[in-house]
């Protein structure tokens, strides 16, 4: 069973540029979250969705927007780049949500803002 | 109250000793405390979990010992290898937050053989 896969996995960006990160969870798997993984902040939730819809956000500016569509594949996008917006970009699926436990991570997109 | 705080952030343990590692959080909704186990260039991995109803869960060398008078869990793993060194995660989750797991800080944890 192929596990979550993200794209890209590495790129460079420039302050005031935009970015368009994807998933593709485990299949079967419906609810997707992301969470941004920084050296000073460690590991913060961002978003999930469950059926195309947003469940959960976290406590992240408007610049950062999701959408997850009806194959369950979602994408995160971060718009008005800043420095402070470096950080490893990481996709976790999950069968229904929490109620299930475990959440498989993806490697992660690791993002850097020149 | 969503804090999940973590200790120690690093640790350095003798192949076949115990590594440690504990964590606090306030927020008593939480009834869900998994530990996830990074090693560099990869994504968490899922380690080991459990829930408020028992003190203590053990799997193969992994045991989480849970005090929930105390609102603390920590991660005890047996005979360390030096397989083990990665970063490890304890985090918290409540029955109303979904996906969102609340993580602590992580403790890079070195195995020397």
């Known amino acids: 069973k192929a596990g979550v896969t993200q794209t890209p996995r590495y790129l460079i960006k420039t302050r005031g540029q935009q970015v368009t990160l994807s998933c593709s969870p485990i299949?079967?798997?419906?609810?997707v979250s992301w969470y941004q993984q920084t050296p000073g902040q460690g590991l913060q939730f961002l978003f999930e969705?469950?059926?195309?819809?947003?469940?959960n956000k976290g406590n992240f500016p408007g610049r950062f927007s999701g959408r997850q569509f009806s194959n369950s594949r979602s994408e995160m996008n971060v718009s008005t780049l800043e420095l402070g917006d470096s950080a490893l970009y990481l996709c976790?699926?999950?069968?229904?949500?929490?109620?299930?436990?475990?959440?498989?991570f993806g490697e992660g997109s690791r993002l850097t803002v020149l | 109250q969503q804090q999940v705080k973590q200790s120690p952030q690093s640790l350095i343990v003798q192949k076949g000793g115990i590594s440690i590692i504990n964590c606090a959080y306030e927020?008593?909704?939480?009834?869900?405390f998994p530990w996830y186990q990074q090693f560099p260039g990869k994504g968490p991995a899922l380690l080991i979990a459990?829930?408020?109803?028992?003190s203590e869960k053990k799997e193969g060398r992994f045991t989480i010992s849970f005090n929930k008078s105390a609102k603390q869990f920590s991660l005890h793993i047996m005979d360390s290898q030096p397989g083990d060194s990665a970063t490890y995660f304890c985090?918290?989750?409540?029955?109303?937050?979904?996906?969102?797991?609340?993580f602590g800080e992580g403790t890079q944890l070195t195995v020397n053989p």
């Open positions: 927020n008593t909704a939480f009834d869900y």
């Open positions: 976790a699926s999950s069968l229904a949500g929490r109620d299930t436990g475990e959440l498989f």
């Open positions: 299949s079967g798997h419906r609810s």
């Open positions: 459990i829930r408020p109803d028992v």
């Open positions: 985090a918290a989750s409540g029955e109303t937050s979904g996906s969102r797991l609340t």
């Open positions: 969705y469950f059926s195309e819809t947003q469940r």
